[in-house]
């Protein structure tokens, strides 16, 4: 059946670590995957999650090669709309503040991970809830990784707002991944 999901793997990480890391989860079966990324919570508030790709030897892919466009609407407020080339990862993928406690839904499609003679791509959408100023901010996002690695994993950290990664811990994380028959 065309766009059914076939579960690959799930990760979860309960305690605190500055980043989280999913090995494996992109194989030569699938020319799309699903990302889905719940529950997470921060220790500290107005940080960013930014998302990175692992090779075929589980290297964290940090060259500037990351393109970003983006679009964050904050409830009760106007929107923000990023752009970002040449960057050393996907960054302000979803906004978080450490008092919202289990507050995000996070969907990342991954397009042509496993593809060598083509970029990897992505799109995302993303709710998350900021209780400092009582308000909800969702996202909506593409990016695009401009070399050809294969790509095998992928590693989630927090950054400010200018993409560098902080030390703000990431915990009871939940990530299932799934490809797209």
Known sequence: MTGSLEFIKSEVQSSAVTTFTVTDCFNDKYDVNQILISKTDSSTDNIFLKLNFLDTSDAVITDSTYDIASLRLVAGSSFIEDRFTSQTGFRNVAQFDATASNSAGI??????????SSYTFITAQTVTGIPASGLMAGTKYIGVLQNTETVTGLRLGFTDGSGNLTASAIENCTVKVYGVK
Do not use: P, Y
């Open 107 to 116: 969907n990342i499609m991954v397009f042509n991970a496993n593809d060598s």
